[in-house]
């Protein structure tokens, strides 16, 4: 069981910006891919973005494309998610979590089967 913890939500301003963590809690993310998902009120969860092992591919759902950066830094055993530009339909609990991979590109298609507490993302004026 891999265990994530997601951190940095907070309330914000729209056009303002965050940057979430997702630190590896006694374990190593340096071979996983690893996703951001969200899930607002109501909605279904649905991926944000995602990078390879070694961060040298990531993906962007078309709703963040130009605003949300992912990266990671395996010496901190973190993976980050720069958002900018934020807009208030981008309020959401927002998780991250091991995805598959194909070839080499990461999916939205997670390997987590319990999702933890999340960081609650709050856009509004």
């Known amino acids: 069981q891999l265990q994530l913890v997601e951190s940095g939500g907070g309330l914000v301003q729209p056009g303002g910006s965050l940057r979430l963590s997702c630190a590896g809690a006694g374990f190593t993310l340096d071979k996983y891919a690893i996703g951001w998902f969200r899930q607002a009120p109501g909605k279904e969860r649905e991926g944000v973005s995602c990078?390879?092992?070694?961060?040298?591919?990531?993906r962007n759902a078309d709703s963040v494309k130009g605003r949300f950066t992912i990266s990671r830094d395996n010496a901190k055993n973190t993976v980050y998610l720069q958002m900018n530009n934020l807009k208030p339909e981008d309020t959401a609990i927002y998780h991250c979590a091991a995805v598959r991979t194909l070839g080499l590109m990461c999916t939205m298609a997670s390997t987590t089967t319990s999702w933890g507490q999340g960081t609650q993302v709050t856009v509004s004026s």
């Open positions: 990078i390879s092992s070694s961060g040298a591919n990531t």
